[in-house]
């Protein structure tokens, strides 16, 4: 992790304006850009601070890992006392803005029946969405089809948006290891 923090802290160097003074410099949340919830509101990603969140980028339309990572990160919850749920929020965001518009988010907010209290799912314009990859450590490529190859992987910050733990490990059931953090960071 200290390596990965080390990068943070150099990527967000380059990123200018900060968005937070009081934030942490290797936090995630200091990139200044602005994002679009399901509900279409715009957000900054500082506006995410204040409580730990599993964080992943996914794109609407695929049929393989993003189906997958949504359940894992609805396995990590399911896997939480109700205090603990209570603590933790999700966000997810979308590597395909051309198509993952408000409308479209929320249809998948609804289809697959997730609480809006708890979970987020976003978009931003390209740029936004390639600065944000870079500070989560995540590759994607779209693909002739209209599809994506992409990391698949659950990152969870802690209040402040510095990196905590991840896992890569898709799938019930969750990571051991990443849910011991989780339960770590909760307590």
Avoid at 55 to 64: A, E, N
Avoid at 69 to 97: C, F, M, N, Y
Wanted: proline residues 5%.
């Amino acid at each position: 992790m200290k390596n990965l923090s080390v990068k943070i802290i150099l990527l967000l160097a380059c990123i200018v304006p900060m968005a937070s003074a009081s934030l942490p410099v290797d936090s995630i949340w200091q990139l200044n850009a602005t994002v679009v919830q399901q509900n279409g509101k715009p957000t900054t990603l500082a506006s995410l601070a204040g409580k730990p969140r599993l964080v992943s980028m996914f794109y609407s339309s695929c049929p393989y890992m993003c189906p997958l990572i949504i359940d894992t990160a609805s396995a990590v919850q399911h896997g939480l006392t109700k205090q603990e749920r209570a603590k933790l929020g999700i966000a997810l965001i979308s590597i395909d803005p051309k198509h993952d518009s408000p409308e479209v988010l929320q249809s998948l907010m609804q289809k697959r029946r997730l609480d809006d209290q708890s979970w987020m799912l976003v978009s931003a314009d390209d740029r936004t969405v390639r600065q944000i990859a870079a500070l989560l450590g995540v590759r994607y490529r779209e693909l002739e089809g209209g599809g994506f190859n992409h990391t698949s992987v659950l990152i969870l910050v802690d209040a402040d948006g510095r990196i905590v733990a991840r896992t890569e490990k898709m799938g019930i059931p969750v990571d051991k290891e990443f849910m011991t953090a989780v339960h770590a960071l909760l307590r």
